[in-house]
């Protein structure tokens, strides 16, 4: 069994910062791509950034300048660094990880159970 668990989300004015964690616990062997994903009530869920195993990084155009994604591979867990944060990011964040377990049958994709960010004066 593989759990992802995200902290960090809450509430903050426009214009300030966030850090969003995602920490992956259970059987590993090894984690593939992550990344940090969001969706809106009746929206589609949308990628904001993700993370190769080799620290590659891919960042949706809305948050390009503004969020950083981060990896530590020893603790296999994930960031998001999220600076001036706007009102359109209020959104529920899920952090998403390709997951290879120990005497699985290849990489598999997991989701945390998403984490609150609203972004409002």
């Known amino acids: 069994q593989v759990q992802l668990v995200e902290s960090g989300g809450g509430f903050v004015q426009p214009g300030g910062s966030l850090r969003l964690s995602c920490a992956v616990s259970?059987?590993?062997?090894?984690?593939?791509?992550m990344g940090w994903y969001r969706q809106a009530p009746g929206k589609q869920r949308e990628l904001v950034a993700d993370?190769?195993?080799?620290?590659?990084?891919r960042y949706a155009d809305s948050v390009k300048a503004r969020f950083t994604i981060a990896r530590d591979n020893v603790k296999n867990t994930m960031y998001l660094q999220m600076d001036s944060l706007r009102p359109e990011d209020t959104d529920v964040y899920f952090c998403?990880?390709?997951?290879?377990?120990?005497?699985?049958?290849?990489?598999?994709?997991?989701w945390g159970q998403g984490i609150q960010v609203t972004v409002s004066s």
């Open positions: 998403n990880a390709q997951v290879s377990s120990w005497g699985g049958d290849g990489y598999h994709n997991y």
């Open positions: 993370v190769t195993s080799g620290s590659r990084t």
């Open positions: 259970g059987s590993i062997f090894s984690i593939n791509t």
